[in-house]
């Protein structure tokens, strides 16, 4: 049903191109681009294509590509990754629309994001395979062959310069999407990594390229380390441009080692224009401020897959006196908020029932999920699924793992290594109390196999553990502790939850959520108003 409505969305996609039109930038109408290279540049869009308060819309895009077009420029439209997840709109399709969109804009290449991939691989080669511009990694890799998964990179040619574009994933998707999804994938990091980047801006100037761009998806946080943008800018010579993604970080230029370092932020909440004149890179991020255009064509083209998402997830099934806090930073990576507490004891409950379904005697001592795996803020109101799915978008399923409490205090310890900064893997948590001593360095131990994460050389040294599941807590004890799929399978920091006894209780967290609200009459209230001080951050 979904793809019918797809390919019947598609056939309108000429008519909608014919309607669109662009308002300028600048008061300068006449103003020329003759023989510029115009970037056009966009990261982290995480399903928000729609124009809206916050975003400046899919449309945007291509309302600057014509306005630069029609001055004359040389203009390449490009992605840095994760455009195929992260709302209802393309999580309701995975990600199929999101191809669709960047094809209206007439986007030119796109490197693949983290999340790319959390839907699994074959759903992300169906959703490339419709693509009418390039998806180029040059370090995704098959783990059998050693071949890369995507074209590398690729070059465009302009009647005055050639443009050479290549692509990069973060190591780190190999645990920030679910491992068992990328099994079969390399990620090429450290000295491999540094070494592919060289090879591909030796291969660009060797075809000729006046003008070299990475297409990054790699950030700039504190725990991607070691395969930054700013380590590989660092650590190669000949990148002109570096078009990042993956930290939201907002850059509207920098420059290293005579690279010019863009981001975006998330969401299109702006829109990068990096003009290069055959002397020097000038960036610009432009947004809802800056430009009022668009193309109408091209919202009404996405309302209506939206239409569809709003039809099917429109149920209401409870609501909130308060607001719960999915913010990312500070909010749920860095400390513990109402919302984490509440999903968190959504785990705990339906894991209880799974438990006494079964006729086990099992209690589930406490939960934990990782913060990065909340996406949104829930406003007091009305509580829909598209409420619920935005902010658990992922799908994940609850777990039940049997930790002894040394293993717990490792999945601590490990989960909050860069605390204070922030961090996906940070441990909202239920019925855990633990407090985390930031004035202590984190001891790192060696990377945890097949992760760009360091296991903790002395699992205690920052983390106490008061009490799980209201008893003091014990190093020797075993714990019922309620997690996702994606952390039982070793997501983020979790690796030692690999070793753990573990149960699939196949209710996915949106369910789990839903159940847990209905349980208590559908209204989340006082109850939720803060946090419940179960996380101390001295």
Known sequence: MVNKRISALILTAALVLASAFSQPITSEAKVSYDGKLVVIHTNDIHGSYAKSKTSLGISSVLALRNYYENRGANVLVLDAGDFSQGNTLVNYFKGEDAVEFLNIAKYDAVALGNHEFDFGLDALKNNVSKAKFKVIDANVCDKKTGKT?????????????????????????????????VASVNFLNDEELINCVQDQIYELKKAGCDYIICLGHMGIDEECEGHRSLDVMTLTDGIDL????????????????????????????????????????????????????????????????????????????GSSS??????????????????????????????????????????????????????ATIKPGDITLNSLFSVLPFGNTVNIVTLSGSELLEALEASTQDLPKAMGAFPQVSGIKFTVNTAVPYAKGPNYPGSTYASPAACGSRVTIESVGGKAFDLNAKYNIA??????????????????????????ADEALTQYVESFGSVIGSDYATSKGLITIK
């Open 149 to 181: 998964l995507f074209d590398s990179n690729a070059i465009f040619e302009f009647k005055n310069m050639k443009v050479g574009v290549f692509g990069l994933t973060t190591p780190a998707t190999s645990t920030t999407s679910n491992p068992l999804n």
């Open 483 to 508: 997690v996702n799929d994606f952390m039982a399978a070793g997501g983020d920091t979790y690796y030692v939850l690999t070793k753990a006894n573990r149960v699939e209780t196949s209710i996915t």
């Open 242 to 317: 570096f078009v990042d993604g993956h930290s939201h970080s907002v850059i509207s230029g920098y420059d290293i080692s005579n690279t010019r370092l863009a981001s975006t932020g998330t969401g299109l909440s702006n829109i990068g224009v990096s003009i290069y004149d055959g002397h020097e890179t000038r960036s610009q991020l432009v947004s809802n401020t800056d430009f009022t255009g668009g193309c109408p064509g091209v919202d009404k083209f996405v309302a209506s897959y939206q239409a569809i998402v709003d039809e099917a997830y429109s149920k209401k099934i």
């Open 322 to 375: 308060v607001l719960l806090d999915g913010n990312r930073d500070p909010g749920v990576r860095t400390f513990e908020t109402n919302l984490g507490d509440l999903v968190a004891d959504s785990y705990v409950y339906v894991g209880q029932q799974y438990f006494n379904a079964s006729h086990s005697n099992q209690v589930v001592d406490g939960a934990i999920t990782n913060g990065g795996g909340i996406r």
